[in-house]
């Protein structure tokens, strides 16, 4: 099941670099996040692995169950489209950041700024 996991992870990249448009791609939350919606009344669905926000006069939210359940994905697109504005920051409270280097990520925001992690050296990956 993780080869085919996989090989769709690599074809909705693959779209998303061909097309230019990142908005298929997924962003995790804990899915504590979902947990205010339930207390107003939503109702949510699921099977194993996908589920359904429903609220009275909103739209609706499907999203992807990772983690034991744990975790839940949007794609990125559905963030702006689907969650209101003024909801926007409670979801950003439980964002679940993915393995990246944080070094990189500070280098990408502020290009030419300093960010020393340690001695510069040769490195080969292992193939």
Same mark, same amino acid.
């Given at each position: 099941?993780?080869?085919?996991?996989?090989?769709?992870?690599?074809?909705?990249?693959?779209?998303?670099?061909?097309?230019?448009?990142?908005?298929?791609?997924?962003?995790?939350?804990?899915?504590?996040?979902?947990?205010?919606?339930?207390?107003?009344?939503?109702?949510?669905?699921?099977?194993?692995?996908?589920?359904?926000?429903?609220? %009275?006069?909103?739209?609706?939210?499907?999203?992807?169950?990772?983690?034991?359940?744990?975790?839940?994905?949007?794609?990125?697109?559905?963030?702006?489209?689907?969650?209101?504005?003024?909801?926007?920051?409670?979801?950003?409270?439980?964002?679940?950041?993915?393995?990246?280097?944080? %070094?990189?990520?500070?280098?990408?925001?502020?290009?030419?700024?300093?960010?020393?992690?340690?001695?510069?050296?040769?490195?080969?990956?292992?193939?």
């Amino acid at each position: 099941m993780p080869e085919q996991a996989d090989l769709v992870w690599k074809r909705t990249v693959a779209r998303a670099v061909s097309s230019g448009d990142g908005s298929p791609l997924p962003i995790h939350f804990c899915a504590s996040v979902l947990r205010r919606y339930v207390d107003s009344g939503a109702k949510i669905l699921r099977t194993d692995t996908v589920g359904r926000l429903m609220q %009275p006069g909103k739209a609706v939210i499907d999203f992807g169950i990772v983690e034991d359940g744990a975790v839940i994905h949007l794609r990125f697109g559905d963030i702006g489209s689907l969650i209101a504005e003024s909801e926007r920051a409670h979801w950003l409270d439980h964002l679940v950041p993915p393995s990246t280097s944080r %070094p990189y990520l500070q280098m990408t925001l502020q290009p030419g700024a300093c960010h020393d992690d340690g001695e510069l050296r040769e490195w080969v990956p292992e193939a």
